[in-house]
């Protein structure tokens, strides 16, 4: 699964630290879900996704 968090999080200039608290989880979560380490659940990917203004299916791509 690859992702497009890194990218979207600093078009929008929001550090790690800041997404993490507005999705009530670790600065490390969020670096490790951006560096393909972590799958979020669900709810944490519709969470992210609302954060970055767009939506699970354009924040998230299957692999390859």
């Known amino acids: ?3 497009r968090i890194r990218a979207l999080r600093k078009e929008r200039g929001i550090s790690q630290e800041e997404l993490a608290k507005r999705c009530g989880v670790t600065r490390q979560t ?3 879900i951006e560096n393909n380490k972590y799958d979020p659940t669900l709810a ?3 969470h992210l996704a609302q954060e970055l203004g767009t939506t699970v299916d354009q ?3 299957p692999a390859g």
């Open 59 to 61: 924040l998230f791509r």
């Open 1 to 3: 699964m690859e992702n």
């Open 44 to 46: 944490l990917a519709f």
């Open 30 to 32: 969020v670096n490790a």
